[in-house]
């Protein structure tokens, strides 16, 4: 009688045994070799090892275009993000050359006021790349040892992002928020131990210029038993970005010591006051608090300019997801056409240049004109409502935003 040389089991016992030239399997063990086989790298549907490849590279021009859908103004800044992710690009694809010439990353330090568009521009630029892109925050950030986070999370964060696919994360570009949170607390070293400000600083400085890191696969301390994923840094590209809020302080210091000479009047007179972030150098990073080695390996300095009434409004109304055509979807979605008059839209943007929150400040104002619509007039029977600046205003005074 026939039987499985796997399982033991007879002809009887089994729905089908595939008989071979010195013995049988039945379907259960065929299915079993099959998966096995599978697993460790054999047959059609193995798992073949991922890979990295990038698409067409997208020029720096047409990297501006889709930044200029979503994000009004700052010029100057869209072209160095755009030149900046194109040669990264360009990098990437580097073929081997004989004369030596290796081209060197040039990570970006972004410095801009609050509600600038800083971490718009980064999300944004995320959606078109073919590169893994991850945003993350110094805020949490403390020096090894310390309560917090070590600063190779942020490698464990690409990682997630590029499905564990070490080749792509390596690759991949990240943009680190808030890097003026970290800054050095204080100029005397021996008062106390800087553990979230110099300390995560000395501990950015290999990821920024390229070193192999050990990360631990699900983020967390390191411990001794611990298996590690090796990244190397080395074509990782760092985007940083910060407030760096009273830095113009700084740039006014620094102008204004410039006071002797033939030409010094004429020189003072050409400084616009209002816009002194246009100014910032190096410099004026290292007498906020960045130390002069982390600055360094960001060779690249820009600026964002303050918002001012024009742009405002056109951030208000422009962009594909601008904040009056995502209440105009809300309200959409229960039936009912939105609009705001032009009256209502100015004493918005009045309102938010008087807070001096940018454009996040945009967003908030709106949310207390829009509370009680959004409270009441879903449960009417209404097909359209308009917002007037008599109703925002009198919104306003209610929420004491007078």
Do not use: C, W
């Given at each position: 009688m026939k039987k499985c040389n796997f399982c033991g089991r007879t002809e009887h016992q089994v729905k089908l045994l595939i008989s071979g030239v010195d013995g049988c399997i039945c379907e259960d063990c065929a299915v079993q070799a099959y998966q096995v086989a599978t697993a460790n790298g054999y047959g059609?549907?193995?798992?073949?090892?991922?890979?990295?490849e990038t698409k067409r590279i997208p020029k720096p021009k047409e990297i501006k275009a889709h930044l200029d859908k979503y994000v009004i103004g700052q010029d100057e800044a869209k072209r160095y993000l755009s030149v900046a992710v194109y040669n990264h690009y360009k990098r990437l694809q580097q073929p081997a050359d004989d004369n030596g010439v290796e081209i060197e990353k040039s990570n970006i330090i972004m410095v801009g006021s609050t509600g600038t568009g800083k971490t718009l521009l980064a999300r944004t630029i995320a959606k078109m790349l073919d590169v893994p892109f991850t945003i993350v925050d110094a805020t949490v950030f403390t020096e090894a040892g310390y309560v917090?986070?070590?600063?190779?999370?942020?490698?464990?964060?690409?990682?997630?992002?590029a499905d564990y696919n070490v080749e792509a994360a390596q690759r991949g570009i990240v943009f680190v928020d808030e890097i003026d949170k970290i800054a050095r607390k204080t100029d005397n070293p021996s008062i106390t131990r800087d553990?979230?400000?110099?300390?995560?600083?000395?501990?950015?400085?290999?990821?920024?210029?390229?070193?192999?890191?050990?990360?631990?696969?699900?983020?967390?301390?390191?411990?001794?038993?611990?298996e590690y994923i090796h990244i190397d840094t080395h074509q990782i590209l760092f985007i940083c970005g910060g407030a760096f809020d009273g830095i113009e302080r700084k740039i006014a210091q620094r102008l204004n010591t410039h006071t002797v000479g033939y030409n010094s009047v004429q020189n003072v007179r050409r400084i616009d006051?209002?816009?002194?972030?246009?100014?910032?150098?190096?410099?004026?990073?290292?007498?906020?608090?960045?130390?002069?080695?982390?600055?360094?390996?960001?060779?690249?300095?820009?600026?964002?300019?303050?918002?001012?009434r024009k742009a405002l409004m056109r951030i208000l109304t422009e962009p594909k997801n601008s904040i009056v055509k995502q209440y105009e979807k809300l309200f959409q979605m229960d039936g009912i056409k939105l609009t705001f008059t032009e009256e209502a839209?100015?004493?918005?943007?009045?309102?938010?240049?008087?807070?001096?929150?940018?454009?996040?400040?945009?967003?908030?104002?709106?949310?207390?004109?829009?509370?009680?619509?959004?409270?009441?007039?879903?449960?009417?029977?209404?097909k359209s409502f308009e917002v007037t600046k008599e109703y925002a205003q009198k919104q306003l005074e209610e929420s004491h935003l007078k």
């Open positions: 059609p549907e193995a798992k073949k090892k991922p890979t990295f917090g986070e070590d600063v190779e999370s942020i490698l464990t964060r690409l990682l997630q992002v553990v979230s400000g110099e300390g995560v600083q000395q501990g950015l400085l290999k990821l920024l210029e390229g070193t192999i890191v050990n990360v631990p696969p699900q983020g967390g301390r390191k411990h001794p038993d611990q006051k209002n816009e002194l972030m246009q100014y910032v150098q190096p410099q004026d990073l290292k007498s906020f608090g960045l130390i002069p080695e982390i600055i360094g390996r960001l060779p690249v300095l820009t600026y964002l300019n303050q918002l001012d839209l100015e004493l918005v943007v009045d309102k938010a240049v008087e807070y001096k929150l940018g454009a996040r400040g945009l967003r908030s104002i709106v949310e207390n004109i829009m509370i009680d619509a959004m409270f009441e007039i879903p449960s009417k029977r209404v």
